[in-house]
């Protein structure tokens, strides 16, 4: 999978954990910039992110997951 | 010689916390999220005035009085939590008291969060076997809600108060009762689940008690209960079936010697995703949490009530218990019913005071 692939694959994961289909997912995509994205929907992310790609993401990581830069710089 | 499970009960307050008084507290959009991926849709929480050390008097009334134990006969008590009564002395100490067992009874607190059952239990069946007790009282309890800030909805929406009483006694039967423990801790993960200014390492103060919001919006004080919940989520769905897999091997049993797998009633998201994992058959599985929500200590301890209580355990049924919590901290305790199982402590569980 490319990088652009991969971005492209984490966008639809985002839109459909925060049930925003428009969304523009860029790597400054925060928690502190979308009142929808909580707890809860990190938990769907990066299930669905460990699922798409077939890594285990360790927990210190999810831990400390605000922005959608940190998931990528993860999945390259 | 093992230790086998007697009896058990459990007690919960009667007030309720529901969805609606959640919603109109913090919006109906938030709370719907976090219940669609628990399960939880109400709790059970403890008036003001009601501690986890009342709700563990009240559930080893019911079942001493159910099972016409006399209180004397006891001599080793536990009493197992996170919220005791105070930090010096010990709760169990008050509560052999109150309960009216002798003063040659053993009895001391067990400090651990929801893996505490099989704590409890292993600490116990080791006193038995070493012959230091032969009548264990176990009280397993917890009233989190008191330490979890009005504002974080993303705890309260989870948890509950309750509390459970075991007894525990020499096994009569050969091969029964607890069978295999597995216990484990990694504390890389101690400020997962943490409430930084509750002992010496950081003193209250006036700045432990600034209240402070999350990207989320739920409110906390250092004072406070607080948890990276993606971590602790993420920590138990993907470490938790191998550390299962791997005591399952040490014992050479695989998941269909199992009849019954009780998971530690966190999150039903979180159990349905362990279970499937394991490959655990729908009628292995049992949950208890929708009406209660997450008791913490008092969590595995309160199921496994209440799978006796429906009848979901049976004469020669190995159960497995699975907790895991704070710490980060587990425990599996492994037992075998015996042929002459007894029938379910039919006492009521809404607490009452006394």
């Given at each position: 999978m490319t990088p652009e692939e991969k971005h492209a694959r984490l966008q639809e994961i985002f839109r459909e954990a925060l049930d925003l289909p428009e969304l523009r997912l860029t790597?400054?995509?925060?928690m502190a910039d979308c009142p929808v994205w909580d707890s809860v929907a990190t938990v769907q992310i990066v299930l669905a992110a460990e699922a798409a790609f077939k890594v285990r993401i360790p927990t210190e990581k999810v831990a400390t997951l605000h922005r959608a830069g940190d998931l990528l710089a993860l999945l390259q | 010689m093992s230790a086998v499970i007697n009896a058990i009960h459990y007690c919960v307050p009667a007030q309720r916390l529901t969805q609606a008084e959640l919603a109109a507290r913090f919006g109906a959009g938030p709370v719907q999220s976090i219940a669609k991926m628990s399960g939880i849709l109400e709790r059970r929480v403890a008036p003001p005035g009601v501690t986890a050390a009342d709700l563990a008097y009240g559930a080893a009334r019911g079942l001493l009085a159910a099972r016409g134990?006399?209180?004397?006969?006891?001599d080793l008590l536990i009493f197992a939590s996170q919220t005791p009564d105070y930090q010096i002395p010990a709760t169990a100490c008050v509560l052999q008291h109150r309960l009216g067992l002798r003063m040659d009874c053993a009895a001391f607190d067990l400090n651990q969060g929801c893996s505490a059952y099989p704590y409890t239990l292993a600490v116990a069946d080791g006193l038995i076997a070493s012959g230091v007790a032969k009548r264990a009282l176990l009280l397993n309890a917890d009233t989190v809600t008191r330490v979890i800030h009005s504002r974080d909805r993303s705890l309260l929406a989870l948890h509950g108060d309750g509390a459970a009483a075991t007894l525990l006694e020499p096994a009569s039967?050969?091969?029964?009762?607890?069978r295999g423990f597995a216990l484990g801790s990694d504390?890389?993960?101690?400020?997962?689940?943490?409430?930084?200014?509750?002992?010496?390492r950081q003193p209250r103060n006036e700045a432990t008690r600034r209240e402070k919001s999350d990207e989320a919006g739920n409110v906390r004080t250092d004072e406070h209960l607080g948890m990276n919940g993606p971590a602790v989520f993420h920590f138990s769905v993907s470490r938790m079936p191998d550390i299962i897999r791997g005591a399952l091997q040490k014992w050479g049993l695989?998941?269909?010697?199992?009849d019954l797998v009780l998971l530690h009633q966190a999150n039903r998201m979180m159990l349905d995703l362990m279970y499937k994992n394991l490959k655990i058959a729908e009628e292995k599985r049992f949950y208890f949490m929708e009406t209660v929500g997450n008791l913490a200590g008092a969590s595995v301890a309160v199921v496994l009530a209440e799978a006796w209580r429906q009848g979901r355990l049976k004469p020669g049924a190995l159960t497995l218990l699975v907790a895991f919590g704070n710490g980060l901290s587990w425990g599996l305790a492994l037992h075998r019913w015996p042929k002459a199982l007894l029938p379910p402590?039919?006492?009521?569980v809404d607490y009452v005071a006394e």
């Open positions: 790597e400054n995509f925060s | 134990v006399d209180p004397a006969t006891i039967e050969e091969n029964t009762g607890l504390g890389s993960g101690a400020p997962y689940i943490c409430m930084p200014a509750s002992g010496a695989t998941v269909d010697d199992l402590v039919s006492a009521q």
